[in-house]
């Protein structure tokens, strides 16, 4: 019996540390999506989809090659272009950044935020663009305001629903030719989750909304980043819109 509570206990404590709340995944899946094949990518991200080496210059990078991953392919990214021969033309992340221009501290954060990056990182060559944000405005409690569809201020693009609206207006008419697939992590708080439901249902932006995936400091691990790649590809391969 002692044993037996042991090995429970045990069990317990790595997924509290892991999150093991997340699906199964079987890794010997294979992955694969006619949506994306031989197509040029280009992805707006924060810390989920960074890796030393292949964001910019200068860009903070969580995924360094030391910690949680040892390898660029176990990023959720470098899986889903690998398994659909694509081209990665811009991997426009950066650690902790947010779609708005208010970030942790009520700092701000205009020139590292989704909306600056969008005009000047993404190149016309595109043909699918990813965008998974909304992760730091909801942790760093950025302001949320209101949906907004134009017009937009300087204060208006501090806060997350109108910031959110501005870069979607921005990409659907900017990239018309290409396909934008906007990624939702899971566990964000209400405000930003049907936020960006609402944003991505009045500009015909395809939404995959995540079920939970493992964790190790908030960050997806190598099981973790292959459950993102699967649910992608299973939505856009279930004809997600």
């Not at 429970?8 to 994306?36: K, R």
């Not at 992590?185 to 405000?191: K, M, R, V």
Request: hydrophobic letters at 35%.
């Amino acid at each position: 019996m002692r044993s037996i509570l042991f090995s429970i206990v045990c069990a317990t404590l790595m997924c509290v540390n892991l999150s093991c709340e997340g699906a199964e995944v079987n890794t010997d899946e294979q992955i694969s999506c006619d949506t994306l094949n031989s197509k040029r990518i280009a992805i707006l991200g924060d810390s989920y989809s960074t890796y030393v080496g292949w964001i910019p210059q200068g860009y903070a990078v969580y995924y360094d090659g030391n910690r949680i991953l040892n390898s660029v392919n176990q990023t959720w990214w470098k899986r889903l272009i690998d398994a659909c021969d694509c081209d990665l033309v811009i991997n426009s992340s950066y650690s902790g950044s947010t779609i708005c221009n208010t970030g942790y501290g009520k700092s701000d954060y205009t020139n590292i935020s989704f909306i600056t990056r969008m005009k000047s990182d993404i190149p016309d060559s595109v043909d699918v663009i990813f965008v998974f944000g909304g992760t730091n405005d909801s942790w760093a409690d950025s302001p949320i305001g209101e949906l907004k569809y134009a017009d937009w201020t300087t204060d208006d693009l501090k806060s997350f629903l109108p910031a959110a609206c501005y870069l979607f207006d921005y990409l659907t008419r900017t990239f018309s030719h290409a396909k934008i697939i906007n990624i939702t992590n899971y566990g964000l708080s209400e405000a930003v989750t049907q936020g960006l439901s609402d944003v991505c249902n009045h500009y015909g932006v395809s939404n995959v909304v995540l079920s939970p995936i493992e964790l190790r400091e908030g960050h997806p691990t190598a099981k973790g980043m292959l459950s993102i790649a699967k649910q992608v590809s299973d939505f856009l391969n279930n004809g997600g819109k």
